[in-house]
């Protein structure tokens, strides 16, 4: 037993007190985990573009004081009642969406949208008893996505916390929490190229990255990146792609243009972006027939997706995928195996590292482009 268990910890937090002001690193309470809770301590997590569009209030409600975050790799502290499948010292990664194995979602091997325990943007406090594990003074500080990594201490519920292997480096499979297995699990659990196969991704940020190398694991044969931003294009060459299209570049519809370049259209397409035109032009241009679309970007609120029926009827397929169809507690771990066993490479998606006290400057790196995913580490 720990001599924590059962207490209050107090500890570091970033707290952003505001929308889009500079995170305030505080003292901040932490509650002992209740009922089917765990208790986490965070050793590093990472920026994820989700975290800047919440604390830039472009999501949905606005909640603030809050405390944001939540790509992270840390140890079980404590466990509440209940908790039989994670003890003190566990290594995980606390995920933003659940599996409590127990829902229709859950029980089914064709879903991961846990009915219990899946992302709420809005929730700002634990399900258990609708009230904040975070304090400041006795003042609440809102919880995100249920997991609020920015903070030395966390409480999760035991559903969405990973188990994985102790010598995994947290500091690098951190980012498997988040973007990179969504990204990932798109190509290999939802449009599965076969060896060979042509397949084109829309957006090069780190998630369509992360959808490249899912698809240079399959052994696709073409993997063409297309993006407004040249600059990323040299980047993506190590993630597999090797053709770039920038729609900028040509005076017509660029599924026209990537049809034109692969004699009738990719055999699958990874939409990355969250643009509706993208996601348009990312199922108009896999090839009649047999060609798969999968959208992994959320659009804007009033998007409206258009296109011919006729598209559906010549058999291609759209999809969509949520966290990349990865049930988070049964899955994560083979994930963090495929790394272990050098089958996925993930160091080259760390572009940069910050201490604690400067996770300002990894909100500074994103917002700026220059970032894929910088780690922060919380002993700094």
């Known amino acids: 037993m720990s001599s924590t268990t059962g207490k209050v910890i107090k500890c570091r937090a970033a707290v952003a007190w505001e929308a889009g002001k500079p995170l305030v690193i505080e003292e901040v309470e932490v509650a002992p985990p209740q009922a089917m809770e765990v208790r986490l301590k965070i050793l590093y997590t990472a920026l994820c573009h989700t975290d800047v569009f919440f604390w830039e209030a472009k999501g ?3 909640l603030f004081p809050r405390i944001f975050g939540h790509e992270a790799g840390g140890i079980v502290e404590s466990v509440g009642e209940g908790v039989t499948d ?7 990664l606390p995920v933003f969406t659940g599996e409590c194995k127990e829902c ?27 009230k904040s594990r975070f304090s400041i003074n006795g003042k609440p500080i809102y919880h995100f996505v249920g997991t609020s990594t920015f903070s030395e201490y966390t409480v999760v519920h035991s559903g969405c916390v990973a188990k994985i292997n102790p010598l995994a480096p947290l500091n690098v499979v951190c980012i498997l929490s988040c973007g990179i297995s969504t990204g990932l699990g798109a190509t290999l659990n939802v449009a599965k190229p076969t060896k060979g196969s042509t397949v084109a991704v829309f957006g090069l940020g780190a ?26 294009f040299h980047e993506a060459k190590k993630f597999g792609v090797n053709e770039f299209v920038n729609p900028k570049d040509y005076n017509k519809p660029v599924q026209e243009v990537i049809s034109e370049m692969t004699n009738g259209g990719v055999d ?7 643009n509706i035109d993208a996601m348009i032009s990312a199922f108009e241009c896999v ?5 798969v679309a ?12 258009k296109t011919h029926p006729v598209n559906f009827l010549n058999e291609r397929t759209l999809k969509g995928t949520f966290f990349g ?19 996925l490479e993930l160091e080259k998606f760390i572009t940069h590292e910050v201490p604690f006290s400067e996770i300002n400057k990894a909100f500074d790196y994103m917002l700026q482009g220059d970032s894929l995913r910088c780690v922060i580490r919380m002993d700094g």
């Not at 994670?86 to 995980?92: E, F, I, R, T």
């Not at 859950?106 to 634990?126: A, H, P, Q």
């Not at 699958?268 to 969250?274: D, F, K, L, P």
Request: overall charge negative.
């Open 104 to 130: 229709a979602h859950c029980l089914s091997e064709e879903s991961n949208m846990c009915d219990l325990l899946r992302i709420n943007t809005d929730r700002g406090v634990m399900i258990n008893d609708g």
């Open 60 to 62: 949905q409600n606005p």
């Open 268 to 274: 699958r397409s990874i939409e990355c972006v969250g």
């Open 294 to 305: 999968v959208l992994v970007g959320v659009p804007y609120k009033d998007a409206t997706f």
């Open 287 to 291: 090839r009649d027939g047999w060609g």
């Open 86 to 92: 994670l003890a003190p010292g566990d290594h995980v």
């Open 207 to 232: 998630v369509g990255l992360a959808a490249a190398e899912g698809a240079r694991i399959a052994g696709a044969s073409r993997i063409i990146g297309v993006d407004l931003n040249p600059k990323r």
């Open 325 to 343: 169809n990865y049930k988070p507690r049964s899955d994560l771990p083979a994930v963090v195996e495929m790394y272990m066993n050098k089958e």
